[in-house]
């Protein structure tokens, strides 16, 4: 860092060329220095020196981390307290050091114990990838009293392991941490030319959504999500936390949801240990469903990081991809190995070398030019190196002064002792060890290949993913959100809102929600829930309003107020802007609603029209039938009625739905149901249809079509519109007694989403198959080459429809090697028996 001298020679004496240079070292500092990590080893500064301070400390016991602290600050300039809080989150992390003590906990944010209180040493881990003194650069320390190292000799790719967090002068980085076990496989993928993809992995667990990732680069962005569980109709179980969040900020986000009423519990309670493990109990009538959505659209449940890969390459900061630092931490560790190999390989030659002149030196006895008498030792080293003439082209250097020196050194009880065939065999040894080092050399890649095996291998038990990858679906906040506030109307007036309590309540509503109101003039409004909201005068009907909804439609009976002619129409209102104002009339400021009707489905009723009494029409009482009319826009005139004044319009009767039945789709993806054309069709539906699922568990569940209901996806074998007449043939393994079990049955319950168990219980049981098919047929193998036996079991057959509550029939022994799959039966297949 330049001094204020050297600024004040280079004319810089003004105040603001001193703030430019001075600015300009002190943000170079910080990025180089103390925020961003270094490519070759994944570590700052600090962590770099921590990790020095207990490598000199190790003699394998636990040191006291006050002690650590104590030895780091030979090397860190900038306090005990950075040292301490980065040596901390180094153990947290439970890679380079192993820890002892109350080390405090990432998921709950307690914080550790003193540092007089814990102790640490480098783990075993750390040892094997982190240190070589023969591979080290070293540098002077900040006060040059000590020697440490520019970057560790790292042969493991630690930054992304690790992750790193750091906020520097107009520059941060942010790299997430990766799973342990699929670096290493990666880095092999690498090594042998192959595609690999690499996404982040928590200590946390939960799940994550990586559609956006981008390889860690600025740009990109990750979804993660705390596993909720629903224990039961009343209570959901939160398992992890997203990385990150600590249970306390997960349950005050829940608490500030509810307080919001965005969500309804009735308390919130934490009772994480090993494991965590937030209990929140639903208000009564709460849907558990949707307040698992609501807690991942409103709460910390689900948080978004953006990552920015940038680290120290070259001295200066880069901005690279994970795939890219991957590459570059296996082209780094291959060069570590390269070296240490030639390192090896050098010490080996010259082991060789004194074991062969040490073998020469007493083999041919002349060690006894020490036993004549020479004028000097110059010269009795000159005839120990004239004595060696004859054997130096058996050696593959020249013998220098120090090695003759080295010789005579010996004592002369080794004289007496010496074995030459140990000799020999220690010559061998040398010789087959440098021969596997020129082995590996010429193979490197197989040799780094077999190093990350080794790694993986040693170290890779206990360290798999624990973060769920997994596709998020967007959550909707409004078709989450929950009737927080209620909505009141002023009809004569002609205002709606939250705020007019003193007037007629309507119902209650969500504060995200859309309000659609007519009236009685003829106009059409969509507007957001607000306190007050004007809408016209003489306000015929309130709703919630459903954009792009094609089944609700509305039939009106209007007067023009220009020409007195009254019109019918049947319309829908699917897409609106909001706050603007439709005329669902002609557009007269005299036209009259005189019936409108809302139908769900469609559908079209019968009403009676009365004329005045004093118009001159003969007939002044007839029938009108809405399904005469086709459903159009909102915009269309409609068909005219009558040319007279009418008095009154009165339903007669309820009409049927006009309009095709509704189409269902289940997404297996995210297990939901859908009217949209997406996943699996599930064919049409009446309003009072309902749905059967069958899970693998064991469980059968009847269900309506609420869209806004979860199915697990990983569960779901079958869902289809429920037929009460339908049989139900199902194959479940009873795994005490290790066999297949056959039952056929029909549904005899009515409770809706509630779910009953149609299998014998049983630790392990689970239903291999099952269908609804009036005649099954299963194709069903078992065993493995020339022991393979094979049959079509027509199970109709084979076993007898009974009650939903039987254990079943027995069908095959069970076996792991079992394959089962639904065929279409043919008129000649026969009833077989799998033995």
């Known amino acids: ?170 520059l941060s980085t942010k790299i997430l941490p990766h799973n342990f076990c699929e670096l290493l496989e990666a880095a092999i993928k690498y090594l042998r030319g192959r595609r690999f993809d690499l996404y982040p992995d928590f200590q946390t667990g939960g799940l994550i959504d990586v559609t956006d990732y981008n390889q860690g680069k600025r740009g990109g962005k990750v979804k993660l999500r705390a596993h909720i569980e629903e224990a039961d109709k009343k209570t959901l179980v939160i398992r992890s936390v997203p990385f990150g969040v600590t249970t306390m900020q997960l349950m005050e986000s829940i608490v500030k949801a509810n307080d919001q009423g965005k969500i309804k519990i009735k308390k919130v309670t934490d009772n994480t240990a090993a494991d965590v493990e937030i209990l929140v109990d639903l208000a009564a009538g709460i849907s558990p469903d949707m307040t698992i959505d609501a807690l991942y659209k409103f709460t910390d449940c689900e948080i978004s990081i953006s990552p920015n890969a940038c680290v120290i390459a070259e001295q200066k900061p880069q901005f690279l991809g994970v795939q890219e630092l991957l590459k570059g931490s296996v082209d780094h560790t291959k060069a570590l190995l390269e070296q240490e190999l030639r390192i090896r390989l050098s010490e080996l030659q010259e082991k060789w070398h004194y074991t062969s002149l040490e073998k020469i030196f007493f083999e041919e006895k002349i060690y006894k030019e020490l036993e004549k008498k020479h004028a000097t030792w110059d010269k009795v080293l000159l005839a120990i190196d004239e004595a060696f003439g004859p054997f130096k082209k058996k050696l593959k250097r020249e013998i220098s002064r120090e090695d003759i020196v080295k010789l005579t050194e010996k004592p002369v009880r080794r004289i007496y002792k010496l074995d030459i065939d140990e000799l020999n065999a220690q010559i061998s040894e040398l010789e087959a060890a440098m021969k596997q080092v020129r082995h590996d050399l010429d193979n490197l890649v197989d040799y780094a290949v077999a190093y990350y095996e080794g790694l993986l291998k040693k170290f890779g038990k206990g360290r798999e993913r624990r973060t769920e990858i997994k596709e998020f679906e967007v959550i909707e906040a409004k078709h989450v959100a929950i009737a927080n506030t209620k909505l009141y109307v002023n009809r004569e007036d002609g205002f709606i809102g939250t705020g007019l ?12 929600d859309d309000i659609i109101a007519i009236t009685r003039r003829g106009t059409l409004k969509v507007v957001k829930v607000a306190e007050k909201s004007f809408i016209g005068k003489d306000i015929i009907h309130v709703a919630l309003f459903q954009k792009n909804d094609e089944r609700t439609t509305y039939n009106l009976i209007y007067a023009d107020g220009k020409g007195g002619v009254s019109y019918a129409k049947r319309f829908t209102v699917t897409g609106v802007t909001r706050d603007k104002e439709y005329d669902l009339t002609k557009g007269d400021e005299k036209s009259k609603v005189h019936y409108l009707s809302v139908n769900a489905n469609g559908e079209a009723e019968l009403v009676t ?93 009847i269900t309506d079509q609420e869209l806004t209901q979860k199915f697990d996806p990983d569960k779901v ?59 099954p047929v299963l194709a069903m193998q078992q065993g493995k080459g020339a022991q393979i036996r094979k049959a079509k079991l027509k199970l109709s057959k084979i076993a007898e429809v009974t009650g939903w509550k039987t254990v079943g029939t027995k069908l095959a022994d069970y076996s792991k090697s079992t394959e089962m799959e639904w065929v279409k039966a043919k008129s000649n297949d026969q009833p077989e028996l799998f033995e």
């Open 717 to 775: 074998l079958q869902i289809e519109k429920y037929d009460p007449e339908k049989v139900v043939t199902a194959v479940y393994v009873d795994m005490k007694n290790k066999q297949y079990m056959l039952k056929r049955f029909k549904i005899e319950t009515s409770t809706l989403r509630s779910k009953f168990s149609f299998i014998k219980e049983g630790e392990g049981n689970y239903v291999e198959a099952v269908t609804t098919d009036a005649e």
């Open 1 to 170: 860092m330049k001094t204020k001298a050297s600024f004040t020679q280079s004319g810089d004496t003004g105040v603001q060329g001193q703030y430019k240079h001075w600015f300009l070292d002190y943000a170079s500092y910080v990025i180089l220095e103390r925020a961003v990590p270094a490519i070759e080893d994944g570590l700052k500064p600090v962590q770099r020196r921590i990790l020095h301070a207990m490598k000199e400390m190790d003699d394998g016991r636990y040191n006291k981390v006050a002690n650590i602290i104590g030895q780091a600050m030979q090397y860190h300039p900038h306090g005990d307290a950075s040292i301490g809080d980065a040596l901390v989150n180094l153990g947290q992390k439970d890679l380079l050091i192993d820890t002892q003590g109350n080390w405090g906990d990432v998921r709950t944010g307690d914080d550790a114990a003193a540092a007089r209180y814990i102790e640490a040493r480098p783990s075993k881990f750390a040892l094997e990838v982190a240190f070589n003194p023969k591979t080290t650069q070293w540098q002077l320390s900040y006060d040059g009293r000590k020697q440490e190292p520019v970057t560790l000799p790292m042969k493991f790719p630690l930054l992304l392991a690790q992750g790193a967090d750091g906020i520097a002068v107009g």
């Open 501 to 512: 309590k003193k007037d007629e309540l309507l119902f209650e509503c969500s504060d995200l």
């Open 609 to 701: 029209i009365l004329l005045t009494a004093g118009c001159s029409a003969r007939i002044k009482e007839f029938e009108f039938h809405f399904e005469t009319l086709a459903v159009k826009g909102r915009s269309s005139m409609g068909n005219q009625v009558t040319k007279y004044p009418i008095r009154s319009v009165k339903l007669k009767a309820a009409g049927k739905s006009t309009i095709s039945a509704k189409r269902l789709w289940f997404d297996d993806q995210f297990g939901r149901l859908h009217i949209e054309e997406k996943g699996m069709p599930l064919g049409s539906f009446q309003p009072e249809d309902q749905l059967l699922v069958l899970y693998s568990d064991g469980n059968y569940e």
